[in-house]
């Protein structure tokens, strides 16, 4: 019998309260409850966390069914984020059940871990998410992703996401200090479909780790995208290179 990862489930003492948890009480929450677990692993325990803190779970359940139907809603309860959830969803009843701010920003950081929204279901309303392990792929001789692959601002965007998977998927806090933009703001990448600003993206990058090197591959990346698009009408090509972040 394979022998589970998951520990005991620890009691109310040993838990942090909710509203007050900051970055620091969660990660060491999440590493002694679901050590060396995937990002959907971790994501599990903090909905199962949540959700039975609640003192109405039935309150909990129905809220759910409005924001998912019923089915999900059962899955989302035993913290199974199955495909085609949306993160709104997600985030909307985190916040019912008094989820605090640094507890959303991480169940959003490993919900974009686990691609929970990139993933096909298997026609149950399951998924078969395969994750990552955790940490990054840099040290394992794996190919750092290369933004000259990049044709569409989707496929750019994508590849900034691998790309910090690649550094080992650096905290969007750790990402954004220095920056120009705000945490939050580069844990919603997952939720654009059009080309960022080249800003952003060197921002973005650089919060990873990049080097100088790595950053001329991004910026060439971008301008050639960028150079593709048709041009609105009246306005000049090279007026989005070097706006400010909006």
Known sequence: MKKSRWKFWPGPKSRPTIARA???ELDGYLSGG???????????LLIVYVVFEHRDRDAVLEFARRCEGTERAEEFIQGNVVAGFRWESVKDVLAFCGAGPDFIE????LFDEAGVENVRGTGDGGADVSMAPAGGDEGR???EPDPREASTAQELIELMQAYRGWKGRPSYRKMAAGSRYAHTTFSQLSTRNSLPKLEFVLDYIK???????????WRAAWQRLELAKPEPPGRSGSEHLDGAPG
Do not use: S, V
Not at 34 to 44: H, M, S
Not at 209 to 217: K, R, T
């Open 34 to 44: 679901a050590p060396g677990g995937t990002a959907r692993d971790r994501l599990r």
């Open 141 to 143: 001789g794996a190919p």
């Open 22 to 24: 900051g970055r620091a």
């Open 106 to 109: 991480m169940a959003r950081e």
């Open 207 to 217: 919060g990873c780790g990049a080097d100088e090197d790595e950053l001329g591959n």
